[in-house]
């Protein structure tokens, strides 16, 4: 059935509307197959057949009656059988060799249809697997392993990294199953399991460890070839025996060098060859491995004859003499022979005392399945560098001088040798487990047969590496089996001598396997680093996701050819092996890691096919992992562990913001949980109170954000520590204002970023600014994490403004975050406040503490100064001293107050005697009302305006005809803030002289004495407060004050912004402050 449909009338069948059917299906398929590819910005989508994908349905109608009641949605949720026609048709090949051939072949021309997977478990996984896994350890160091280590401990050196990848395997199969994984493998895993940040970071391990891997494969290239198939192609010859080592190290660098640059050039050039030689290098491996196991049942019955030269019991190199002799008795003649002169320089020269002492013997190299050397190589043979290789069953006299004995031609340990670097040569190995993961896009049924394939294909490698530990220590003599370069059997590769019917079998079979695995590792890691490069989670490599027209990682291949050209430089296959180790035991460490993490978490996506899973086997493979990394080489994995560090900080810092669905997520998200229920259960202490805030901000017309600097002033307050909500109120009903909702929320969080304000944004709709800001107060935040301090703006503007809401609105403000017992900060003149890019100099923050209202004044400067911004400035303290306050005491106990806050702080204390009431307070009184009263009149009709200038009218003139008769003015008019002050007041005599001068002052202006004396006092408390604060906090950076509250009465609301007003007049900077009515600061620890 097509994938979009035409609606056509019902009861045309004209052969007209059938052709516009299919004419606008072909071309709708051609529109698929174009846009399937790429976002628009080069990097390649996420396919995906399912809901949101849909780009090529916008223009779909709907063909039928049958389904009329959803054809409103089809643009959006199409029909079940359009999704599921889509979905046969869905492809998860990226870009593998399959699309490079057919790019080559049609380069510029539009991609062909990519044919449908064929491969099956045993082509596509199970011999991939085992051509990684089986490799160049198996012939040039196991045998080495097991003669070093001993059966025993080599056994458990194989048994430790056979289950460390067979439980990686087993996670691995849960995530593979758990949905389609495209090609990218492992790499894709680890990355939508646990998020970018660690994807980017084990995927980068992951490629370095592919890298070196081709370094290892490489060296063990040129070990063969120099060292078994042509010794005599050596550059640097060692005219020394002690210079031999070095002259090895020096052939490996160039001959590895060229090697390297072979391989890259056959690998730019055609890849899809190395991909067909796939198989004839799995030919090679398959056929050594059949040799050493033929080789062994023929030790049964005839085992091959590889003497080993002895001195005493110590090991002799056979390769410059012929036979094991002393002298040598030709016909009546008896002579000296070659091995004579290498320990004496002459017939009558003095030879080495030991060679003397001991005699020479000859010992069969391989004495058979049958013969019980199994007993003798069941326990370790550790040395340290230089150590000569002896058979302890061999009698030795003494006379040895180690100082000369490294010039003599034994055989010797050319590294120090110890349980724990056997671990980290060794498991190279076992890697290679990826491999059926990484063909994920070529397999017919990947779900079924990842798991099979990788699972058997670890089967089979253990069992071969079990079987081999056990065969080569019952076949081999011990000292062979620690001759690591076979040098005490004429330069013969060691695993060679057992094999059947030749040792060129091993050989040559090595050599191609050596390098097939080389030119595997040059081909899959650029392709690992361009899938990272295109994901774009790591900015600085986003040039290596770049190619050539077919898609070939060109600069992906260069890179990779550097980096593997540090290891050809290390030289030894020794050293290079538990580097590439460390990198990926980490990728195996989180791929378990993913999968305890998502079986523990349940997400619903979480619904893998393999079921033979557990998140204890996960750990128990995770934690393996990292203890097979400290002991394989500590300082290795610390190394490793700070690279993987530095680029997940790197990914968190500069990286692109995905959202995969990850684990990492998830777990978070189940974290948030518990704490917020845990944070549900109980107030937090006043030791753990800090600020956390809903900041009010106010948008212009275009939804701009008004205030920026309240966001930097945020981001100073909080130091990046608590809860910061950012809050906006939009006028109108949620359904006409969702566009302008979005558009207000995003340029929000543009501004946070911006002014680098860590946050959540929260856009309110409403019917009207009042209930939504309401509406935040109460509900913002979730939980225990809910805001306990409301930070706004002053309305500056609010005496400008004729639409009184404003005001009215900052008023009720404050009024809910009192009775919700929220701290409330307000900042005036905040456009002037610093952003986060200054550094004030040598200043002062002032704090002017009026009243006590939980200790949040002291506590805000200390804050602000842990903020770079404010670090230089001083914190000073004013407090005000009424006329019956000892202010020497107050100075003295307020030290030993911020003594035990542990706050530095200047102290001083400010004394303000009750002056009379001044003629400007009156002044400025009367002002304040007759604007007043004019703005209550601007809301009334005519009638009423005319009826209310009469009231007042008759109001003035009473007040001035009986302002003579009152006698009780001076006490209501008279500046006091206690009653006991009053009463002191009153006992003093002053009422003579106050009465006097109210009177006078009455007398200059009769309407003064009509004025409401409760206003008098707060404005004359206003004046005076603000003289003293503009003396002595004038040029301060910052100042902090605390807020007074609104009156209970809602008809004085306009007079409280005049005292507000009238309090703040002439300072830059000042934050008013009202506590939420607890303590927030406590000297206790």
């Given at each position: 059935m097509p994938t979009s449909f035409t609606v056509v009338p019902v009861k045309d069948n004209s052969e007209k509307a059938k052709e516009r059917i299919e004419e606008e299906d072909g071309n709708d398929n051609n529109e698929l197959e174009e846009n399937q590819d790429t976002a628009g910005d080069g990097v390649p989508k996420e396919n995906s057949p399912f809901i949101n994908n849909t780009d090529n349905d916008k223009s779909n109608s709907y063909d039928g009656t049958n389904m009329a009641l959803f054809e409103e949605e089809m643009d959006s949720n199409p029909m079940v059988s359009s999704l599921l026609d889509k979905l046969a048709n869905y492809t998860n090949l990226t870009q593998g060799a399959q699309e490079h051939e057919e790019a080559d072949d049609d380069e510029g021309s539009k991609k062909k249809a990519v044919k449908s997977p064929q491969m099956g478990t045993f082509m596509g996984v199970y011999l991939p697997c085992l051509q990684n896994i089986l490799g160049v350890i198996l012939f040039l160091r196991l045998t080495w392993i097991v003669g070093t280590a001993g059966i025993l401990e080599s056994l458990a050196i194989v048994g430790l990294c056979c289950s460390c990848t067979m439980l990686t395997a087993i996670s691995m199969s849960a995530i593979a199953t758990n949905g389609v994984v495209p090609a990218g493998g492992s790499y894709y895993m680890i990355s939508r399991s646990l998020g970018p940040e660690f994807g980017g970071a084990v995927g980068l391990c992951f490629y370095l460890g592919t890298t070196f891997a081709g370094s290892m494969y490489i060296l063990g290239t040129i070990e063969i070839l120099l060292t078994y198939i042509v010794p005599?192609?050596?550059?640097?010859?060692?005219?020394?025996?002690?210079?031999?080592?070095?002259?090895?190290?020096?052939?490996?660098?160039?001959?590895?060098?060229?090697?390297?640059?072979?391989?890259?050039?056959?690998?730019?050039?055609?890849?899809?060859?190395?991909?067909?030689?796939?198989?004839?290098?799995?030919?090679?491996?398959?056929?050594?491995?059949?040799?050493?196991?033929?080789?062994?049942?023929?030790?049964?019955?005839?085992?091959?004859?590889?003497?080993v030269c002895m001195l005493g019991n110590r090991t002799l190199q056979n390769h410059n003499f012929d036979k094991c002799l002393k002298e040598d008795t030709i016909g009546n003649l008896t002579t000296t022979t070659q091995l004579y002169k290498l320990f004496c320089n002459g017939p009558n020269a003095t030879c080495n005392e030991y060679f003397l002492n001991n005699n020479v013997t000859q010992i069969q190299g391989i004495p058979g399945l049958i013969s019980g050397v199994i007993s003798e190589n069941m326990w370790s043979e550790y040395g340290p560098l230089g150590m000569l290789v002896e058979n302890k069953k061999l009698s030795s006299v003494g006379g040895s001088d180690p100082t000369q004995d490294i010039y003599l031609p034994y055989v010797v340990n050319d590294i120090a040798s110890f349980f724990t670097l056997l671990v980290g040569i060794y498991f190279p190995s076992v890697t290679g487990i990826m491999a059926g993961s990484n063909r994920s896009g070529d397999l017919?049924?990947?779900?079924?047969?990842?798991?099979?394939?990788?699972?058997?294909?670890?089967?089979?490698?253990?069992?071969?590496?079990?079987?081999?530990?056990?065969?080569?220590?019952?076949?081999?003599?011990?000292?062979?089996?620690?001759?690591?370069?076979?040098?005490?059997?004429?330069?013969?590769?060691?695993?060679?001598?057992?094999?059947?019917?030749?040792?060129?079998?091993?050989?040559?079979?090595?050599?191609?396997?050596?390098?097939?695995?080389?030119?595997?590792?040059?081909?899959?890691?650029?392709?690992?680093?361009?899938?990272?490069?295109?994901?774009?989670?790591?900015?600085?490599?986003?040039?290596?996701?770049?190619?050539?027209?077919n898609g070939e990682p060109t600069w992906a291949l260069l890179l990779t050819g550097a980096i593997c050209e540090i290891g050809i430089l290390i030289a030894s296959l020794?050293?290079?092996?538990?580097?590439?180790?460390?990198?990926?035991?980490?990728?195996?460490?989180?791929?378990?890691?993913?999968?305890?993490?998502?079986?523990?978490?349940?997400?619903?996506?979480?619904?893998?096919?393999?079921?033979y899973y557990h998140w204890a086997l996960s750990f128990l493979g995770m934690s393996l992992c990292l203890?097979?990394?400290?002991?394989?080489?500590?300082?290795?994995?610390?190394?490793?562990?700070?690279?993987?560090?530095?680029?997940?900080?790197?990914?968190?810092?500069?990286?692109?913001?995905?959202?995969?669905?990850?684990g990492i997520r998830g777990l978070s998200l189940n974290a948030a949980r518990f704490a917020l229920i845990r944070l549900e259960e109980a107030p937090p202490h006043t030791k753990n109170w800090r600020p956390q805030c809903l900041v009010l901000l106010n948008l212009d017309s275009d939804q701009a954000v008004k205030h920026p600097r309240l966001l930097s002033f945020t981001s100073q307050l909080k130091a990046g520590k608590g809860l910061t909500i950012v809050g906006n109120v939009l006028e109108g009903t949620f359904l006409t204002k969702d566009a302008e909702a979005k558009k207000a929320e995003q340029n929000i969080k543009s501004s946070m970023t911006a002014e680098k304000t860590k946050g959540f944004c929260h856009v309110v709709v409403s019917s009207n600014l009042r209930d939504g800001v309401s509406h935040l107060i109460q509900s913002a935040g979730l939980g225990g994490m809910k805001h306990n301090t409301v930070l706004?703006?002053?309305?500056?503007?609010?005496?400008?403004?004729?639409?009184?809401?404003s005001w009215k609105n900052f008023i009720e403000t404050i009024r809910e975050t009192t009775s919700a017992h929220q701290a409330l900060l307000v900042a005036k003149n905040v456009d002037s406040f610093p952003t986060n890019q200054e550094r004030l100099g040598e200043g002062t923050i002032d704090v002017w503490w009026v009243v006590h209202d939980g200790g949040l004044l002291m506590l805000l400067p200390f804050l602000l100064r842990q903020h770079k911004v404010w670090r230089k400035c001083k914190m000073r303290i004013f407090t005000v001293a009424q006329m019956d306050d000892n202010s020497i005491q107050m100075k003295k106990d307020l030290q030993t107050f911020l003594y035990h806050l542990r706050l530095n702080a200047e102290v001083e204390v400010v004394e303000m005697h009750d002056n009379d009431i001044s003629a400007f307070t009156y002044e400025k009184t009367l002002v304040m009302e007759q604007r007043s009263q004019m703005l209550k009149q601007m809301q009334l009709s005519k009638t009423e305006r005319e009826r209310e200038a009469q009231l007042i009218h008759d109001r003035n003139t009473a007040s001035h005809s009986m302002n003579d008769k009152s006698e009780t003015l001076p006490d209501r008019v008279h500046m006091t803030w206690t009653k006991d002050k009053l009463f002191t007041e009153?006992?003093?005599?002053?009422?003579?002289?106050?009465?006097?001068?109210?009177?006078?002052?009455?007398?200059?202006?009769?309407?003064?004495?009509?004025?409401?004396?409760?206003?008098?006092?707060?404005?004359?408390?206003?004046?005076?407060?603000?003289?003293?604060?503009?003396?002595?906090?004038?040029?301060?950076?910052?100042?902090?004050l605390n807020m007074p509250g609104p009156p209970k009465n809602r008809g004085g609301d306009e007079n409280y912004m005049e005292f507000l007003e009238v309090l703040l007049e002439g300072l830059n900077r000042v934050l008013l402050v009202r506590g939420g009515g607890r303590e927030v600061i406590t000297i206790y620890s």
């Open positions: 005599k192609a050596a550059i640097f010859v060692a005219e020394k025996k002690e210079d031999e080592g070095e002259a090895l190290l020096n052939n490996m660098r160039v001959y590895g060098t060229c090697c390297l640059t072979l391989m890259s050039v056959v690998v730019f050039v055609g890849v899809k060859y190395v991909n067909k030689l796939a198989l004839v290098f799995l030919a090679c491996v398959i056929l050594s491995i059949l040799a050493i196991y033929a080789g062994v049942i023929k030790t049964i019955f005839e085992p091959p004859d590889f003497p017919r049924d990947a779900q079924k047969s990842i798991p099979v394939g990788t699972i058997l294909a670890i089967f089979t490698t253990s069992i071969i590496y079990f079987t081999c530990v056990v065969l080569f220590g019952a076949c081999i003599e011990g000292v062979l089996l620690r001759d690591k370069f076979g040098d005490s059997v004429k330069g013969n590769l060691v695993i060679g001598t057992l094999s059947w019917p030749s040792p060129w079998v091993i050989v040559i079979g090595s050599f191609f396997s050596c390098c097939g695995a080389g030119l595997q590792s040059l081909t899959g890691a650029p392709r690992l680093l361009q899938a990272i490069a295109r994901d774009g989670i790591v900015p600085f490599l986003q040039v290596f996701g770049h190619g050539k027209a020794d050293a290079v092996a538990p580097i590439l180790s460390m990198f990926f035991l980490m990728c195996y460490l989180f791929v378990n890691l993913a999968c305890a993490l998502q079986t523990l978490l349940r997400t619903p996506n979480w619904r893998p096919r393999f079921k203890a097979l990394m400290f002991i394989s080489s500590w300082y290795y994995a610390i190394v490793a562990m700070v690279i993987a560090g530095c680029i997940y900080k790197y990914i968190e810092y500069r990286g692109a913001e995905k959202e995969w669905g990850d706004m703006a002053w309305p500056g503007t609010w005496k400008q403004s004729n639409d009184t809401q009153r006992n003093r005599n002053r009422e003579c002289n106050s009465n006097v001068a109210m009177r006078d002052l009455f007398n200059m202006k009769p309407e003064w004495g009509s004025l409401n004396q409760s206003n008098v006092r707060r404005m004359h408390t206003a004046i005076k407060l603000n003289e003293v604060v503009v003396n002595k906090s004038q040029g301060a950076h910052l100042v902090l």
